[in-house]
Nanobody
Framework: QVQLVESGGGLVQPGGSLRLSCAAFGITFNRYATSWYRQAPGKQRELVAS???????NYSDSVKGRFTMSRDNAKSTAYLEMNSLKPEDTAVYYC????????WGQGTQVTVSA
C-alpha cells in the first residue's frame, strides 16, 4: 500500500522556522519526482517547491531564498526547510510524488502567527 506521510507542521511565530518531512512507503522513491504544495483557506492549492528524481530543484517565487527542499533516497523521505516564515505562509502543506502514478499525502498544518 502506497502512503506519503507528512510531519513537522505546527504553530510558529513570524520569522521562525519549521522543517517538514514527507516519508514515502510502498514506492521506489528514487524514481519519483517529489513536490510540496500548500493550500490556504479559500485559496487554490499552489506549488511551493519540487525536486526531480535527478535532483533538480525549483521553487515558487514566494518562497525562493527562504525555503529549501531536499530528499534522502536512502530514507525515502523528502524535506522542506522553511525559514523566515511569514503569516502568509499559513496553509496546509501537502507532499506529492509523481512518476507513473501520482500520490498525495494527507497534509500537515503550518500556522505562522504571533
Amino acid at each position: 500500500q502506497v502512503q506519503l506521510v507528512e510531519s513537522g507542521g505546527g504553530l510558529v511565530q513570524p520569522g521562525g522556522s519549521l522543517r517538514l518531512s514527507c516519508a514515502a512507503f510502498g514506492i521506489t522513491f528514487n524514481r519519483y519526482a517529489t513536490s510540496w504544495y500548500r493550500q490556504a483557506p479559500g485559496k487554490q492549492r499552489e506549488l511551493v517547491a519540487s525536486i526531480s528524481s535527478e535532483g533538480q530543484i525549483n521553487y515558487s517565487d514566494s518562497v525562493k531564498g527562504r525555503f529549501t527542499m531536499s530528499r534522502d533516497n536512502a530514507k525515502s523521505t523528502a524535506y522542506l526547510e522553511m525559514n523566515s516564515l511569514k503569516p502568509e505562509d499559513t496553509a496546509v502543506y501537502y507532499c506529492k510524488a509523481q512518476w507513473n502514478y501520482i500520490y498525495w499525502g494527507q497534509g500537515t498544518q503550518v500556522t505562522v502567527s504571533a
